[in-house]
């Protein structure tokens, strides 16, 4: 029996070896965890509800990857002197879920399920977690990148406390790789010599995740040259020749978030945002037809009448853009955002709403009989200017207003027009 603890002792310091550096780095206390001050520093809520001793209610830590979900589900486990069971949303069902239930009931210590990528549970899986959370039979904390409220259900939310996390900073990711290259557990054993500023070339690369600093730390430092002393010698120059170049992070929080981003820089009259939005959008690999059809909106939803050109300039600039495709497509999208960014704003076309809310409200009024065919109506292009004051719309709303001329660019000259036309206080019915 010795021996065989000795070989499963023995098989076990052997995985962890050739686990990645990431796994082999998690924390194992909370003053060894980098980033997430705002949740765990001293006096805050999460810090005070693991250092309770009692995890009373179920979890969700949502952010973006790399910034530690994993790790402080382990630690909340550690601290709380938890059975760990995991599951991932991906390749589990509710076949899965029942055998930890299973386990959970014959252990004395309480059971601590950590599903990752939750949001992927569908309907039927969520309901089937739901009595074992609600019983307490399980503490579940589950891992997102996507905003909770939208993927998980009302009855699974409200029985768990969301936590959001964040992208760790570069000094964080800093101080991480500096204790993976001394900790036995990292890369001390190899005594890498390390050149001013390659940590934090190696932490502006991994763009806030933790997991893919360790992961670059370690690619970096097994391919360096060796120096006479057989110490691994990593310099920036190394990294930057060696490395590949990392993936955009665009995730589908991205997507809408950086879309919102593009559409109020771009209203806001702000253009060096608006062409980093849209850069962040190219770069993440938006299609053209859709980046087309956001800005062909903000032209008329905020320029609008402001300066009419500048739907003819943008309509100009999307096809020439949806035409030659990437990467080319850049130029022209650029054209227009930088257009609609300078261009005088107004949203006096947003006035279709209160009209059509308007048509709802009275549909049942008949058109004027004047108006409908065969009806006496008279021609305006007979009058000497064209017009002739007399109101088009239903007796009982011939008092509305809906179009107001903005006070910006082309639309002054539209409302001088307006005071115009309408100078005669009393048009004939």
Request: hydrophobic share 40%; aromatic share 6%; charged share 25%.
């Amino acid at each position: 029996m010795a021996q065989l603890d000795f070989f499963a002792a023995e098989e076990g310091e052997s995985k962890r070896e050739k686990a990645p550096l990431a796994s082999r780095m998690r924390p194992n206390a909370l003053d060894q965890y980098q980033g997430q001050e705002h949740l765990l520093a001293a006096g805050k809520p999460l810090r005070r509800l693991i250092e309770s001793g009692r995890l009373t209610t179920s979890l969700i830590f949502w952010g973006p990857p790399g910034c530690g979900k994993t790790s402080l589900a382990h630690l909340v486990s550690r601290q709380l002197n938890m059975a760990w069971e995991t599951l991932s949303a991906v390749d589990s069902g509710v076949k899965e879920l029942r055998a930890v239930a299973d386990r959970a009931r014959q252990r004395q210590q309480p059971t601590l399920l950590f599903i990752d990528e939750i949001h992927r549970y569908s309907k039927t899986q969520q309901d089937a977690l739901l009595p074992h959370v609600e019983s307490g039979l399980l503490q579940l904390i589950g891992a997102t990148t996507e905003a909770p409220y939208g993927s998980l259900s009302p009855a699974l939310l409200s029985r768990c406390q969301a936590y959001r996390l964040q992208a760790l900073g570069p000094h964080q990711l800093v101080k991480l790789l500096q204790r993976a290259c001394a900790d036995e557990r990292g890369l001390s054993q190899l005594q890498p010599k390390l050149e001013d500023g390659v940590l934090e070339r190696l932490a502006q690369l991994a763009q806030g995740d933790a997991r893919t600093a360790l992961g670059l730390l370690e690619q970096a430092i097994l391919s360096s040259p060796l120096g006479a002393d057989g110490r691994p010698r990593l310099s920036a120059a190394w990294v930057d020749e060696q490395l590949p170049e990392q993936p955009v992070q665009y995730t589908e929080s991205d997507h809408h978030a950086c879309t919102s981003a593009l559409i109020k820089s771009i209203r806001g009259s702000d253009t060096q945002a608006a062409l980093y939005w849209l850069g962040r959008m190219v770069a993440g690999g938006e299609p053209v037809d859709y980046l087309t059809r956001r800005i062909r909106i903000s032209a008329s939803e905020d320029i609008g009448l402001a300066d009419p050109q500048a739907i003819l300039h943008t309509q100009a600039c999307c096809s020439s853009a949806e035409a030659v495709g990437y990467p080319e497509a850049r130029y022209p999208l650029a054209q227009a955002v930088i257009y609609l960014s300078l261009a005088p704003k107004s949203d006096s076309v947003g006035a279709i709403f209160r009209a059509e809310e308007k048509a709802r409200q009275t549909s049942q009024l008949p058109v004027p009989a004047w108006l409908a065919p065969g009806g006496k109506y008279f021609n305006p292009h007979q009058e000497p200017y064209h017009f002739r004051p007399v109101r088009h719309l239903p007796r009982e709303l011939e008092k509305e207003t809906f179009y107001e001329p903005g006070q910006l660019g082309y639309e002054i000259k539209l409302a001088r027009r307006l005071e115009e036309l309408w100078a005669v206080t009393d048009p004939e019915p």
